[in-house]
């Protein structure tokens, strides 16, 4: 007990001499150029061990620096070396100021270097000093360069730089960066020293993937919103005047981002986001053409997902796609209905398949192809596919034949449709009947099996909104049963006497107590 | 009563005699005579019977045969006498002598009455029989006459016969005998003599006039004494009368306890004790009606929309509700060629359904009773054992003989709930478990207070305490057991589940714990389901989140497990929606689909997920797609080479990646070594540390039942049209990879799928229009007459219509003729008079010439 308390006693006497020595360090430099020596000490603490005085030094730098902006105590122009300061024929003054110029790009080295630092409290201190660095340096520009073009960007281009880690996840980091950007020029300057980067990481890795340097930036970018109008931009860390080309930063970042190989599931995040909030904000969205096609190309829930965007370029930039229904087609197997997108590949399809011009093979092929595979589909994916299935063929009425055929009535036959088939028009399905949905009114789950018995009769005109449902989860539908107000209960009429004993015993049969 | 025969009337009318029939004239055929009707129309088949007709001949045999008979009879009209008695009723048969008797003497009085009494009020008609009056006799008492007046009164006395009817002869002698008496007084005369005699009986008749009344009095008292206590010895014995007589001061509380006894329940004939086979004959009837109850319910209400939507609506329908009346007859319907009785076997089946709750609730009785007695017992024991110690505590199992002998009756009462498992060794360890046991319980307030009452105990032992506590606490006991019971049920759940989590899970307890579960399922059906379904949506609920938040969730454990096998034992899996099952069904579907398979453990929990789902769809046969998914997903796991498959796994299953060769053996030769039996459920709680050849030999038996359910799929779903397509990847994985197991299963799936009709329509029966509803006669159809009576009557009807009709025209003719006839009576008469009087005229006339010829001549 004892020993703990004088640690205790001890680490709060070092905290409180720790600041009170950096306090009259910074006051010190600030006070009186006589004390300018007294800056290496406060940043040599920049390099401490301990968060706590990394973080307390950290904003002592930030003042003192801040205030040397202020007053013009840095040097301005081209620096010259620190060694040529003693031979050089320059005033105290100048000296002066070239020391604590140095000082400050010292300064600026650690900080960055403390952004890959261990503990967030150390970057977040480190980002935000760094950022007003670039704020002072912004006003009070170090280089002389013309009126329009004073915004820090070198500093910008390393922060961002050593934000964008190859081998650290700093997407917590990033969001706290992201106020930084609601900064318009600060936006864009970060855009352009982005697209760099990665031209230069990616060629220096010679186009591999990099996963963790990929989510950076991906996060990075994924936070960047490029509003609508330029009249708009108000905001600015830097007061400027000059028009951004934002939208044109904007998507060539991004093209260049897209160019490159990326990792499987960075491309679902990717296509996720794409429809929302990075077509409307390209200036020619069209460009995507490449990366959506391939994405398309790779298969499985991808495939699924980049279906959006290049229904955005089909439907609102007039694009061709050969074979896109064909291509969809293919992309029905039996995994649609487990993965996650689920309900955005049917939003999507019932969109596809809205039209009435499509031919009916086509409608036709769809629907049975849904019916084979809605054979291994769990009932939430059902409650969509039913009414999915009965809105096609009431949209389109050459398809009736699937679950009425009059003419040859009585006498069975095999089914000619040819799941193998590819192609939508050779696998024969105008010529088949839905006897898989009758196999689904025997479905275990009440719902299901009335869906499924629709078909039993003429549909009817109006169609089955299938919207609501497309989120519906398993539990939310077990809810719904539970929730349903029931008078009686019936029971099982012939009680058990045992666990693994009765009338229907399958577990029993397999299984032991023991 | 005097009989009074009175023939009422002499009247002497003339009636007409009947008429001699008339004479049959040969038709002649003259064609003059012949009418011939025309037909209109030539019908076949027809027969006519008046196509010729013969007017004048018939016409003119008519009137011959009325002149013959009618004009007769009119010109004998008051010509002759008839005798006709009018006496009341003499010709009518229906009154039997003594009524006609009967109606003339009031007539008679009616008569008489009317005529000379007419204003006497007070002289009322006294009616006698044997002389006396009829009111008199009326008013007495047949007390009176049950006494032995009669023998008194026909024994008439000597002297009296002799007085009498001896000619004085009797008095002569008296007066002889009393001649001293006279000759010392005066002799009296006859006269006197016979006033001494009337006196002297009159005296007599008074006295025994007035012991008769005293005799009334008395009974009469006596009867009224006896009314007031003849109530009470309405029900009772002599005996019972004679004690109420002797202590007449207890009689209070006699009387009390008489009435008692009186108000008592008497013995009421038990049913009639049914035979084994009847009894057999009614459990089978009950379980066909629970059978087809549950088949209804499989069907589900889809059928029942169907058949409600096809009401009908007429087209007078104000659509406010309102119907006319209800018709509860059923209609004749058929169906597949066979009369639907459906209506009325459902009816049918309420009644059983009312049937059984009375059984049901006489059950209770019967357990109440058991109860009572138990508690008797209870009682009893405690007084007996109180002096010594509380030695119900569970720590001393020295229990005393008598006690033992208590245990043997106690068995005979539990036996009878749980059906027996009678095994010796069971039997042994029972008995002395109960001799440890106390013998109530109360309930358990929470779930702690349960987990005290069992822990510590073996199976066979919780399974007692339990059911005694279900026995003391019995909702018929007390109000507030229902609560308590219906708490329970949950804490059982709760309890069941920390048994089958606990390390090793005790699974046995949970069996023997099932009949207890099932008996207060049974009790409250509501409670159970609210307690299964919580319990069902918290795990669904926590699976959710888990799914949310990190993608996939882990297998659900034993507990839930033995909760999901629990409800297919209470509740049926078969219903079209059930409030219980349809979430359970749900629960298995996410665990099947979203639940992580990544370990031994985690298959076996899949398989005992898979032996669930089959179960619960074995009745129903309906469709289970993520079982054959999740089967196949198992069979896949297997399968060492992943390239090139014909089938696609679906979620929780991957094509390739870690732990998607768990069932791969590592040594294929283990097989030699490996021999069936049954996987014990503890496995899927925690695998023990096993060797390679163990685990090997795990992994066959999973891949052995893996197989087995596939087989028992391939059975259940033999029917459904898409058979082939649901098997084909199974079918594929097994061609490919596995093709030398279960060679059934290949051969049960086949290569082609079947052949299936197209679908159409259901044929749809037209939509009525609307109509309005037609007025219905009820019994329209009967007056035809269906029995041989109202035909006959018909019949006969008829022909009194037509008969009626003939005797109408008849008479008409018949007044026409008679008419005819007094005219021509007239005419003829009115000729005879002009006739004589012309006569007269003429020889008036030739008188007067006569006179004048002679007055001339003298004249002359």
């Known amino acids: ?32 150029k006589k004390h300018a020596n007294d800056i290496f000490d406060v940043i040599e603490y920049l390099q401490s061990e ?31 070396e620190e060694e040529d300061l003693v031979n050089g024929d320059r005033s105290a003054e100048e000296k002066y100021r070239i020391f604590m110029r140095h000082r ?22 480190s980002l935000c000093a760094l950022m007003k660095f670039v704020a002072a340096e912004g006003k009070h520009p170090l280089q002389n360069l013309d009126e329009h073009y004073n ?59 990099i996963p963790v340097y990929q989510n950076n930036v991906f996060t990075l970018l994924s936070t960047i919103n490029v509003p609508s109008e330029a009249s708009k931009m108000r905001h600015f860390l830097v007061r400027q005047d000059c028009k951004f080309e934002h939208k044109r930063a904007f998507e060539q970042m991004w093209l260049v981002f897209l160019k490159f190989k990326l990792p499987s599931n960075m491309y679902k995040k990717i296509l996720v986001i794409l429809h929302e909030s990075i077509m409307p904000q390209m200036s020619d969205p069209t460009l995507l053409i490449d990366f959506l096609s391939a994405a398309y190309d790779i298969g499985g829930a991808i495939s699924l997902l980049s279906l959006n965007g290049l229904f955005i370029l089909i439907h609102k930039h007039n694009l061709d796609y050969p074979d896109f229904y064909k291509k969809l087609y293919s992309l029905l197997d039996p995994s649609i209905f487990h993965v996650k997108y689920r309900a955005r590949f049917f939003h999507l399809v019932n969109i596809f398949l809205s039209s009435t011009h499509l031919p009916a093979y086509l409608v036709a092929a769809f629907v049975k192809r849904f019916a084979r595979l809605s054979l291994t589909a769990p009932p939430t994916s059902l409650l969509i596919l039913l009414p999915f299935i009965c809105n096609l063929i009431r949209r389109h009425p050459s398809c009736r034949v699937l679950i009425h055929r009059p003419s040859t009535a009585e006498e069975p036959c095999d089914d000619p449709y040819v799941m193998e088939e590819e192609d939508p028009a050779q696998c024969h399905a105008l010529e088949s009947s839905l006897w898989e949905i009758k196999t689904l009114q025997k479905h275990y789950h009440p719902d299901v099996a009335k869906a499924a018995m629709k078909i039993n009769e003429p549909l009817t005109e109006q169609e089955d909104d299938i919207s609501e449902l497309l989120e519906l989860s398993t539990f939310e539908l077990m809810e719904r049963e539970l929730k349903a107000e029931r008078k009686t209960i019936p029971l099982e009429f012939d009680t058990a006497t045992e666990l693994l004993k009765s009338s229907r015993e399958v577990l029993g049969v397999h299984f032991s107590l023991e | 009563i005097n009989k009074t025969i009175i023939v009422h009337q002499l009247v002497f009318c003339a009636v007409p005699l009947p008429a001699a029939g008339g004479d049959h004239h040969p038709i002649s055929k003259n064609p003059f005579e012949v009418k011939i009707n025309r037909k209109k129309f030539d019908v076949l088949g027809r027969k006519s019977k008046h196509d010729v007709g013969l007017p004048g001949v018939s016409r003119s045999r008519a009137i011959q045969k009325r002149k013959d008979t009618l004009l007769k009879e009119f010109r004998l009209k008051d010509k002759n006498n008839t005798f006709i008695d009018r006496r009341f009723g003499e010709y009518d048969s229906k009154l039997t002598p003594e009524e006609k008797i009967l109606q003339r003497f009031t007539l008679e009085r009616q008569r008489t009455q009317d005529r000379k009494d007419m204003y006497n009020l007070n002289e009322e008609e006294e009616l006698t029989h044997y002389g006396q ?51 010392e007084h005066k002799p009296r005369s006859r006269q006197e003599l016979i006033e001494e005699l009337i006196i002297k009986s009159k005296q007599e008749k008074r006295e025994r006039q007035t012991q008769k009344e005293e005799a009334q009095e008395l009974t009469e008292k006596l009867d009224q004494e006896w009314k007031s206590i003849q109530n009470l010895l309405a029900h009772k014995t002599p005996k019972a009368e004679r004690t109420d007589e002797t202590d007449k001061p207890k009689l209070d509380q006699y009387d009390m306890m008489v009435r008692e006894l009186g108000f008592e329940m008497k013995a009421q004939p038990s049913e009639k004790l049914k035979s084994a086979e009847e009894l057999a004959r009614e ?64 009816e049918k089946e309420d009644e059983d359904g009312d049937e059984e709750g009375g059984e049901e609730e006489e059950e209770e009785d019967d357990e109440d009773d058991a109860e009572g007695e138990e508690d008797d017992e209870e009682g009893e024991d405690d007084d007996e054992d109180d002096a010594d110690e509380d030695h119900c505590d569970l720590q001393s199992d020295e229990g005393s003989e008598d006690e033992d002998g208590q245990g043997a009756e106690e068995e005979q009462v539990c036996a009878e709930e749980p059906p027996a498992v009678s095994e010796e060794q069971k039997k042994a360890a029972q008995e002395a478990a109960k001799a440890e046991l106390p013998y109530t319980f109360p309930a358990p307030e929470s779930y702690s207070d349960l987990k005290q009452l069992l822990q510590g105990h073996g199976s066979e032992q919780q399974r007692l305490i339990l059911d005694r506590t279900l026995k003391c606490n019995h909702p018929s006991l007390s109000a507030g057991n229902k609560a308590k019971l219906q708490k329970l049920f949950g804490f059982l759940l709760e309890y069941v589940g920390d048994l089958a989590t606990q390390n090793p899970p005790d699974l046995r307890t949970v069996s023997a714990l099932i009949p207890q579960i099932c008996g207060l399922c049974q009790m409250f059906p509501e409670a159970a389901c609210k307690a299964v379904q919580t319990l069902l949506s918290d795990s669904g609920h926590s699976m959710e989140e888990t799914l949310e938040v990190k993608g996939r969730a882990p297998m659900p454990d034993l507990d839930m497990l033995v909760l999901l096998k629990i409800t297919a034992l209470l509740f049926p899996s078969s219903d079209f929606r059930h409030p219980v099952t349809t979430p359970a069904f749900l629960f298995l579907s996410q665990a099947l689909t979203r639940c992580a398979v990544v370990s031994l453990e985690d298959v076996c929990k899949g398989l005992v997920l898979c032996c669930l789902a089959l179960e619960y769809v074995s009745l129903s046969q309906r469709i289970f797609p993520e079982l054959l998914n999740f089967l196949l997903g198992l069979l896949h796991l297997t399968v060492s080479d992943k390239h090139n498959m014909g089938y696609t796994v679906v979620s929780p299953f991957r094509r390739q990646g870690k732990s998607c060769d768990l069932l791969v053996l590592k040594d294929p030769n283990v097989s030699h070594s490996w021999n069936r039996k049954p996987i014990s459920l503890q496995t899927a709680h925690r695998l ?23 087989k028992r799929c391939t059975w259940l779903y033999k029917d459904l049209p898409s058979y ?39 044929k749809k029966k037209p939509i009525p229009l609307k109509l309005f509803t037609p007025k219905i006669v009820l019994d329209y159809g009967k007056k035809r007459g269906n029995t041989k009576e109202e035909k006959e009557r018909e019949r006969l009807k008829h022909k009194y219509k037509r008969e009626f009709k003939g005797a109408l025209r008849e008479i008409r003719k018949d007044t026409r003729f008679l008419a005819r006839e007094k005219l021509s009576d007239v005419m003829s008469r009115d000729a005879e008079r002009k006739r004589k009087v012309k006569e007269l005229y003429g020889s008036l006339a030739t008188q007067e010439g006569e006179w004048k010829a002679l007055k001339r001549k003298n004249r002359k």
């Open chain 1, 50 to 80: 301990k968060d706590k005085e990394v973080i307390f030094a950290t904003n002592a730098c930030s003042k003192v620096f801040c205030q040397l902006f202020y007053r013009g105590d840095l040097y301005v122009g081209d620096l010259p």
């Open chain 2, 133 to 183: 009056s009829l009111a008199e006799m009326e008013k007495m008492t047949d007390v009176i006459d049950s006494d032995s007046d009669s023998e008194e009164k026909g024994l008439l006395s000597a002297e009296l016969t002799a007085t009498h009817f001896g000619g004085g002869g009797g008095l002569l002698r008296k007066k002889s005998a009393g001649d001293d008496e006279e000759e």
């Open chain 1, 104 to 125: 400050y790009s010292n300064c600026v080295e650690l900080l960055l270097e403390n952004i890959g630092h261990k503990a967030f409290q150390v970057k977040e201190t």
């Open chain 2, 724 to 762: 082939a397509h649901i098997f084909q990847p199974i079918r594929a994985l097994l061609l490919k990879h596995l093709p030398d197991l279960h060679r059934e299963i290949l051969d049960a799936i086949p290569e082609k799928p079947s052949q299936h009709a197209p679908l159409v329509f259901k």
């Open chain 2, 283 to 346: 459990e089978r009837q009950r379980l066909q009606t629970l059978e087809a109850d549950r088949l209804k319910r499989m069907m589900g209400d889809a059928e029942e929309d169907a058949v409600q939507t096809n009401t009908h609506i007429s087209a007078d329908d104000m659509n406010d509700g309102f119907i006319l009346d209800g018709d509860d007859r059923k209609t004749l319907a058929y169906k597949d060629g066979k009369w639907n009785i459906e209506g009325e076997e459902e």
């Open chain 1, 1 to 32: 007990m004892a020993s703990s308390t004088d640690s205790n006693v001890k680490g709060e006497n070092s905290q409180v001499s720790y600041k009170k020595y950096i306090n009259t360090k910074t006051d010190r430099v600030l006070q009186s």
């Open chain 2, 688 to 710: 023990p540390a096993q060797s390679p050849v163990e685990r090997d030999h795990y992994r066959l038996s999973l891949i052995d039942s893996c197989l087995d359910l596939v």
């Open chain 1, 151 to 209: 915004f820090p960007r070198e500093l910008l281009q390393t922060l961002v730089e050593h934000l964008l880690s190859e081998k650290e996840d700093m997407s917590l980091l990033i969001s706290r960066f992201q106020e930084f950007l609601e900064m318009d020029d600060v936006r864009y300057y970060v855009m352009s020293s982005v697209r760099d980067n990665i031209y230069r990481v990616m060629g220096r890795n010679k186009k591999a993937v």
